[in-house]
T-cell receptor, first 115, second 113 residues
Framework: AQSVTQPDIHITVSEGASLELRCNYSYGATPYLFWYVQSPGQGLQLLLKYFSGDTLVQGIKGFEAEFKRSQSSFNLRKPSVHWSDAAEYFCAVGRSGGSNYKLTFGKGTLLTVNP | DSGVTQTPKHLITATGQRVTLRCSPRSGDLSVYWYQQSLDQGLQFLIQYYNGEERAKGNILERFSAQQFPDLHSELNLSSLELGDSALYFC????????????FGAGTRLSVL
């Protein structure tokens, strides 16, 4: 069964500082990996995705993530955080085959940005 | 705006009651997914429909059911509601093929009192 672990429940950074949110997954084959962001009272917005190919993927809002198969990780990074990045971030894994395309989510990491 | 529409945004009801949540997918998307978000369980997959047919089931209670209609909108029916059913219910849609991306609606917040 697929699973996702986000080790950090809550992270606080200062505006302008760099950010890295950790994500580890468990899946038997090459996974499809996603990062979503949820602002208070909002739905989930897709930041970026990895299906195959280049292990460094670029997303919206200046975010990037790196797929490391050897570490079963897909960490999200941003070089300089803006106050508007404060939100909850979810890593998710999807199946790369079959007909069941459900996403399995991590518990999320809440990001607080200090001025 | 993701293009996925969920109604209502908020729902307050009492234990034992039945409610229906509605989802209109993005134009052209054939798959609809329902997820439940709660503080203790996080985001959990409930059920998936593809072009009117049930495709996959997750941690969905027997008191819950769903369907996808010919116009591709979907409804999630929750019955005999309990306090623990209070949660945010999300609908997502995708084209439904491999490498599909799921787009999420804004959710329906259900409060069972």
């Amino acid at each position: 069964a697929q699973s996702v672990t986000q080790p950090d429940i809550h992270i606080t950074v200062s505006e302008g500082a760099s950010l890295e949110l950790r994500c580890n997954y468990s899946y038997g084959a090459t996974p499809y990996l996603f990062w979503y962001v949820q602002s208070p009272g909002q739905g989930l917005q897709l930041l970026l995705k990895y299906f195959s190919g280049d292990t460094l993927v670029q997303g919206i809002k200046g975010f990037e993530a790196e797929f490391k198969r050897s570490q079963s990780s897909f960490n999200l990074r941003k070089p300089s955080v803006h106050w508007s990045d404060a939100a909850e971030y979810f890593c998710a894994v999807g199946r790369s085959g079959g007909s069941n395309y459900k996403l399995t989510f991590g518990k999320g990491t809440l990001l607080t940005v200090n001025p | 705006d993701s293009g996925v529409t969920q109604t209502p945004k908020h729902l307050i009801t009492a234990t034992g009651q039945r409610v229906t949540l509605r989802c209109s997918p993005r134009s052209g998307d054939l798959s609809v997914y329902w997820y439940q978000q709660s503080l203790d369980q996080g985001l959990q997959f409930l059920i998936q429909y593809y072009n009117g047919e049930e495709r996959a089931k997750g941690n969905i209670l027997e008191r819950f059911s769903a369907q996808q209609f010919p116009d591709l909108h979907s409804e999630l029916n929750l019955s005999s509601l309990e306090l623990g059913d209070s949660a945010l219910y999300f609908c997502a849609s995708s084209v439904g093929q491999a490498k599909n991306i799921q787009y999420f609606g804004a959710g329906t917040r259900l409060s069972v009192l």
